[in-house]
């Protein structure tokens, strides 16, 4: 089953977000799947079982409401954003190991760069020595999934310290810049793309 590839550059998230709602809702059995890479203008986002009390000093950088699982997290320019439109029914995937493929993508990924990463059982994402540097979050609709991950690279982390992280108010975060490795976000999301091809073909 082939998946398109999609390089959308820096993309309003309001607008992906309802591109990905409308190619979710028109596809059908024969729609093949879809991965997008993009990164966002600066902009919390708050899931569906986020808690407003999470958002400490959002300032000036707008927070939207959205259909995603999970709390409250941030977007900015430098951060890789990876969207997956997958049938699931079709691939015979379950959610519980959607979430895991995509942060073994990352932890993969990171490999490649000389960085130990790991995931959490009580938390989903990724970790670097207990910071968070890659997240999840997934929707299901019609057995198909939209949102996807999002991975730390180069992108100002200071606006993190205006939430509770994914609902947790210690948890401090990440990136690849941070841990001294440099590169740009359309080649960081190669490797990342080529594990996710490869394990769902």
Same mark, same amino acid.
């Given at each position: ?13 309001? &607008?992906?977000?309802? *591109? ?6 028109? +596809?059908? %059995?024969?729609? #093949? @799947? ?69 942060? &073994?993508?990352?932890? *993969? ?6 960085? +130990?990463? %790991?995931?959490? #059982? @009580? ?79």
């Amino acid at each position: 089953m082939a998946i398109t590839i999609r390089r959308l550059g820096r993309q309003d998230y309001r &607008q992906t977000w309802q *591109a990905m709602q409308d190619f979710t809702l028109k +596809r059908d %059995a024969r729609t #093949a @799947d879809e991965l997008w890479i993009t990164e966002h203008p600066p902009v919390y986002t708050l899931g569906l079982s986020g808690k407003r009390e999470h958002l400490l000093e959002p300032g000036n950088i707008p927070v939207v409401e959205t259909d995603r699982g999970g709390q409250v997290t941030y977007h900015g320019p430098g951060q890789l954003v990876l969207y997956v439109l997958l049938n699931l029914t079709r691939r015979k995937i379950g959610i519980r190991d959607l979430v895991t493929l995509l942060e &073994q993508a990352m932890i *993969a990924c990171l490999a490649e760069y000389g960085i +130990r990463a %790991a995931s959490r #059982a @009580d938390a989903p994402g990724v970790y670097v020595s207990g910071r968070k540097i890659g997240s999840v979050g997934l929707r299901i609709k019609k057995g198909c999934s939209y949102h996807g991950l999002s991975l730390n690279n180069q992108l100002q982390l200071q606006p993190f310290s205006g939430i509770d992280t994914c609902g947790y108010p210690d948890l401090q975060v990440t990136s690849l810049a941070e841990l001294g490795v440099f590169i740009k976000n359309q080649e960081l999301a190669i490797p990342i793309v080529h594990y996710l091809k490869q394990r769902l073909s």
